[in-house]
Nanobody
């Protein structure tokens, strides 16, 4: 059974930093494209960043230059380093794993709140 467990969320002031972690089990982690998505109240879930098995990354324009996604295949963990946080970054952040074009797995989410 696949499990994705996010951690690292919390309350931070604008301009601060947080690092989210997503620990995966039940999948061949190294072959998965891993991603972080977020959903703010009243809004649709949106892509934040992805990283392929080869290490290629992709970011939403709104987080480029502030957020960094990276992975540790030895620990089956993907991270999202978030710097220069803004109140508009407030959302529930979800981890996502895609082993192929058909299957997708989601974590339960972790709340990030940025105060102004």
């Amino acid at each position: 059974q696949v499990h994705l467990v996010e951690s690292g969320g919390g309350l931070v002031q604008a301009g601060g930093s947080l690092r989210l972690s997503c620990a995966a089990s039940g999948i061949m982690f190294s072959i998965n494209t891993m991603g972080w998505y977020r959903q703010a109240p009243g809004k649709q879930r949106e892509l934040v960043a992805t990283i392929t098995s080869g290490g290629s990354t992709n970011y939403a324009d709104s987080v480029k230059g502030r957020f960094t996604i990276f992975r540790d295949n030895a620990k089956n963990t993907v991270y999202l380093q978030m710097n220069s946080l803004k109140p508009e970054d407030t959302a529930v952040y979800y981890c996502n794993a895609k082993p192929d074009l058909i299957r997708v797995y989601w974590g339960q989410g972790t709340q990030v709140t940025v105060s102004s």
